[in-house]
């Protein structure tokens, strides 16, 4: 019951952008492409982050909930983030994984907004 709960109110933010892709609540703006990978993985680095804080939390409070929060937090995270690659790596570079591969190779950071 709480990780369908859990699930059903990760995946808002999902449903959000949808909406806005078919050009509701003001749409994605001049660039959509760039908007979906921004989205995606501004939600992805959220959800890792917060799924990384529960952990502590349940150590220092000892609330029981809060130890069967980390797995399905984590694979919301896991659906954003590989979401972000796959916007990126098909819609934006078309499906040229040469060319992904050879972009990340020549960064040396990862870039954060």
Same mark, same amino acid.
């Given at each position: 019951?709480?990780?369908?709960?859990?699930?059903?109110?990760?995946?808002?933010?999902?449903?959000?952008?949808?909406?806005?892709?078919?050009? /509701? #609540?003001?749409? =994605?703006?001049?660039?959509?492409?760039? &908007? *979906? @990978?921004?989205?995606? $993985?501004?939600? %992805?680095?959220?959800?890792?982050?917060?799924?990384?804080?529960?952990?502590?939390?349940?150590?220092?409070?000892?609330?029981?909930?809060?130890?069967?929060?980390?797995?399905?937090?984590?694979?919301?995270? /896991? #659906?954003?983030? =590989?979401?972000?690659?796959?916007?990126? &790596? *098909? @819609?934006?570079?078309? $499906?040229?994984? %040469?060319?992904?591969?050879?972009?990340?190779?020549?960064?040396?950071?990862?870039?954060?907004?």
């Amino acid at each position: 019951m709480l990780t369908r709960l859990i699930l059903s109110v990760s995946l808002l933010p999902y449903v959000l952008l949808n909406f806005k892709a078919f050009g /509701f #609540f003001g749409g =994605l703006g001049a660039n959509p492409v760039e &908007a *979906i @990978i921004h989205e995606t $993985g501004l939600w %992805g680095i959220r959800f890792l982050i917060f799924t990384l804080l529960i952990t502590p939390i349940y150590h220092y409070s000892k609330f029981e909930i809060f130890k069967k929060l980390p797995k399905p937090i984590g694979l919301v995270a /896991f #659906f954003y983030v =590989l979401n972000h690659f796959l916007c990126y &790596a *098909i @819609i934006d570079q078309a $499906g040229d994984f %040469g060319a992904v591969s050879n972009t990340h190779l020549t960064l040396p950071t990862i870039h954060l907004v």
